[in-house]
């Protein structure tokens, strides 16, 4: 390791730009003729849109245009899609409603956008949006689960009978219920994963300039995977060809899975540019964001588990209700169902599983993807009820979990997923020795002398990422490859750049990716450029979600770099009269081995260049590409062990200690692993304690600020000690697996097994507020 | 429009805006200066903190009619020239940031927190002060740190002034 290359804690290359106020935005850009649009929003969860009179807004100062959803449908431009279908378990296809991008008729959530104004400044396009008046007939509305499936339930969708989008099954039913039958022992649990809304800091944001001359667009946009973005604007909602339409994802700020998919307002915005012949700019602000951005989670789930009379897991059956909210965004199919009942397995040998899970419509904000994504619904459900089996069995949590482990590799689940390397033990022996698990109920004791309860929780967890293999994830109802692409370029003075289709928002490529350069070639980073985010400069990617830019993004670099090895290698020998094989890379230089004959990278990129004298038959110029498809999901997994007290009095939590212990194969920057780790355990913590989107009975958000919901604050937080334990994954060449998720996948129930131990009372919904906790403690008097 | 003149990064500026225009937008929409952000509608988030004479303020709560005749520095005028600010250089140092969009209000709030403690900062102190910015990416841990380790130097660099 160089002290540039993989394993090195390198400072941020990308920091100075945002640390001295010159990162760039979408919102920080201006374009000549730039207009604002200001959408007009629906108040109702659910109404027949009567009429809409555009008439007194259209003469109001500055208005450039008012547009309707019956413009939209006029135009026919595209109903949003969802890019993942999924088959019920009687043979029929997932059940879609229509979503346009404005609401043409009906209105099926708060905040649905039905008409939107464009001015000449931000405060013209608002004021006129006051005066856009709509008459809506309001109709009953569906706001949580429980309402969507009571029978005479009101209907969202005429395609969706029953509110039911699919009723989903996986794993052996029969199996399973005589796994039951045979059992010792039976834990069960009900368990409500609470709503979340992803909250990156930035708001969501698009401009749109559409060149008439050229006719094309370019979009600016706050999005994680800019060319996905392109692909489904072309191809299914008619408003540009895909080779007409430029997509720019710049600086963003944070995503979190919320800025993976294709909303209205960029379509609108796209639609718009073209009908008012002016660049249009909407930037969300909070509220907006709160109302449209997909939230997250929001299952209600029944869990059992089965056990023989040693204790060894012989059967898990779940069946689980998931709100995928009012219209199904772009990969909301497959987060309750491929991301969520594969991962069911834990980290355990559990020979039984089945998993039943019915989405539903109801009258709120789409719900998709967030930061883990269908693997912390399915990592606290299996690490929940371990902690109520060790409890109820009367064994030690952390001996039931070992007693269970998957010990050899590779190992087939009976949920699809098949792990490929771990040493789980190695990862909660970490954990509990950096707690002092022994002296606990020594810490407990004193406690209670002290008048408070303290309580110890343990989370083992496990995840799928880098998402994933085409070929496995089109076999099961993927609309998308998920492999990645890269190009090395060799400029002709040496300096080089890599396009890359991953895309940072905060994860730190800039800076890991030009790592692996200075590990292989030599060369400072600071002689490296990463290029991302811009489909005019990158062929093509699929963007970053699913921890996957190191396992798969990192790994396509790997294998162009490897092509351009070659080639330079090739050059190098002919340059130094020498055999390729002789070849040696070092520290920026080719070196013939064993003799003091070199040759420098800036020298073999001029000849290849000039052309002057290359090889016979070889291609002028120093450039490649690859395509990098994985072979299996990459499986992340660690400990995470939580020490907390509650005040018998408030029903307060207050942190003691937080110790995580994770396997995530190689760590290319172990201080940017820690950064992604400490986001994602606050996430996970913020669930577990903090955050939950409520509405109320009529369909309305009444968390919709951050005056309501509660966002994790410094103040709210320990800090934590993290540790790392390494098994390298076998299935890429760099052994990587992936980080970016794992904090919030495994944090959730260390936090709620803490806090029902030291309680003594099982019972407790996330989020774990004062007002529940002091409940569980002391009943409902 | 009245005209509002005030001194920014210690450059006098004047710029007509409608009454309603918070400080916030005359540092973005007409002065170009976009690295102060907002995050919210709430005055809750502190993505837009910059200093106003001094102290620390969330230029969201401020009409930029208000701001007129005082002095602001933004996240752009802390650096001098080449040289970052101790709290910036400390924030780089301590990985304080990932998506960058709530670091130049953290920045600006955690130069006024050091200001006021000097060299009596603790932990627990901290994240009490940093109640009032939020950040989604780095669950506050190398915050912390950058903070104290910043409050270290500002310091030293005060000693050797």
Known sequence: ?781 | MPTVKLTVNGRAVSADVEDRTLLVQLLRDNLNLTGTHVGCDTSQCGACVVHIDGQAVKSCTVLAGQASGSNVVTIEGISKGDELHPMQAAFRDNHGLQCGYCTPGMIMSAIDIVNRYGGKLDEDTVRHELEGNICRCTGYHNIVKSVLDAAGRMKVAQAAE
């Open chain 1, 1 to 781: 390791m160089g002290v540039e290359g993989i394993g090195a804690s390198v400072v941020r290359k990308e920091d100075r730009r945002f640390i001295t106020g010159k990162g760039r935005y979408v919102d920080d850009i201006k374009l000549v003729g730039m207009t604002f649009a200001q959408f007009v929003r629906s108040p109702h969860a659910h109404a027949k849109i009567k009429s809409i009179d555009t008439s007194a807004a259209a003469k109001m100062p500055g208005v450039v245009g008012v547009l309707t959803g019956k413009e939209i449908v006029e135009d026919k431009i595209g109903n949003l899609i969802c890019g993942w279908a999924i088959t019920s378990k009687d043979g029929t296809g997932m059940k879609m409603g229509a979503w346009p991008a404005m609401a043409p008729e009906t209105v099926r959530f708060v905040g649905q956008a039905v008409a939107v104004v464009i001015a000449e400044t931000k405060n013209q396009a608002r004021d006129a949006a006051e005066a856009v008046v709509v008459d809506y007939e309001e109709l009953p509305a569906v706001p949580d689960i429980r309402a969507a499936i009571k029978s005479g339930a009101p209907q969202l969708h005429p395609e969706a009978p029953g509110n039911v989008i699919y009723d989903w099954t996986l794993g052996d039913e029969a199996a399973t219920d005589a796994a039951f039958k045979s059992a010792a022992n039976v834990v069960s649990l009900d368990i409500t994963n609470n709503r979340l809304v992803p909250n990156a800091m930035e708001p969501r944001a698009a401009i749109a300039e559409y060149n008439e001359a050229e006719e094309h667009f370019t979009l600016y946009t706050t999005s994680q995977n800019p060319h996905v973005a392109r692909l489904v604007l072309s191809a299914f909602y008619n408003i540009a060809q895909e080779h007409k339409l430029r997509v720019v994802a710049p600086d963003v700020g944070g995503g979190f899975g919320s800025k993976i998919f294709i909303y209205p307002e960029e379509m609108v915005a796209l639609w718009a540019s073209k009908k008012v012949r002016r660049p249009v700019k909407w930037t969300g602000d909070r509220s907006e964001a709160f109302l449209t951005d997909a939230h997250g989670r929001d299952h209600l789930t029944k869990a059992e588990m089965a056990f023989d009379a040693s204790n060894k897991i012989t059967g898990l059956r779940v069946k689980t209700y998931a709100n995928l909210g009012a219209y199904m965004s772009l990969f909301s199919s497959s987060v309750p169902t491929y991301l969520y009942a594969t991962l069911l397995s834990g980290q355990y040998n559990i020979p039984n599983i089945f998993a039943e899970v019915i989405s539903v419509y109801t009258n709120t904000v789409p719900v998709d993807a967030y930061r883990g994504a269908g693997r912390p619904e399915a990592s606290f459900v299996v690490e929940r009820l371990m902690e109520t089996a060790a409890r109820q069995l009367k064994v030690d949590p952390g001996e039931l979990r070992r007693k269970n482990f998957i010990t050899s590799f590779p190992h087939q689940t009976p949920v699809i997923m098949a792990y490929d390397i771990g040493d789980f033990g190695a990862s909660l022996d970490s954990a509990m020795k950096a707690i002092d698990y022994a002296g606990f109920p020594a810490r407990k004791d004193k406690a209670k002398s002290e008048g408070k309860l303290r309580g110890i929780g343990f989370s083992c967890y496990i995840e799928a990422c880098g998402i994933a293999p085409s070929k496995a994830v089109g076999s099961l109802g993927a609309g998308v490859g998920l492999w990645e692409s890269a190009e090395v370029r060799v400029n002709p003075v040496g300096t080089i750049e890599i396009l890359t289709g991953s895309h940072s928002h905060g994860q730190g490529h800039e800076t890991t990716f030009c790592q692996l350069v200075a590990e292989r070639l030599g060369v400072p980073i600071s002689q490296v450029q990463i290029v991302h985010g811009d489909t005019d400069k990158v062929q093509f990617g699929m963007g970053t979600y699913g921890s996957r830019s190191a396992a798969v993004g990192l790994t396509a670099i790997l294998k162009a770099m490897e092509k351009v090895e070659s080639k330079a290698k090739k050059i190098a020998a002919h340059q130094l009269e020498a055999s390729e094989d002789d070849i040696v890379i070092e520290n920026g230089e080719f070196k013939v081995t064993g003799t003091d004959k070199t040759i420098a990278l800036p020298m073999v990129a001029l000849a290849a260049y000039t052309a002057h004298n290359l090889p016979d038959g070889m291609e002028p110029g120093l450039k490649e590409g690859a395509f990098y498809d994985p072979t299996n999901f990459t499986f992340p997994a660690g400990a995470y062990i939580c020490e907390l007290e509650v005040d018998p009095g408030t029903g307060k939590t207050s942190f003691v200690n937080f110790v995580a212990a994770d396997d995530f194969g190689r760590l290319i920057n172990p201080m940017i692993v820690e950064g992604q780790v400490h986001g994602g355990l606050a996430q996970g913590i913020g669930q577990a304690l903090l955050e939950g989107a409520v509405y109320d009975s009529s369909g309305q958000l009444v968390t919709a600020s951050f005056m309501d919901y509660t966002m994790p604050r410094a103040d709210d937080l320990p800090s934590f000690k993290l540790n790392h334990t390494t098994t390298l994954c076998p299935g890429n060449p760099l052994g990587v697996k992936g980080c970016g998720e794992a904090g919030a996948i495994g944090a959730s129930a260390a936090v709620i097994n803490a806090i029902t131990d030291a309680i003594g009372n099982n019972r407790l919904e996330m989020p774990a507020t004062p007002d529940r906790v002091w409940h569980a403690i002391h009943g409902n008097a």
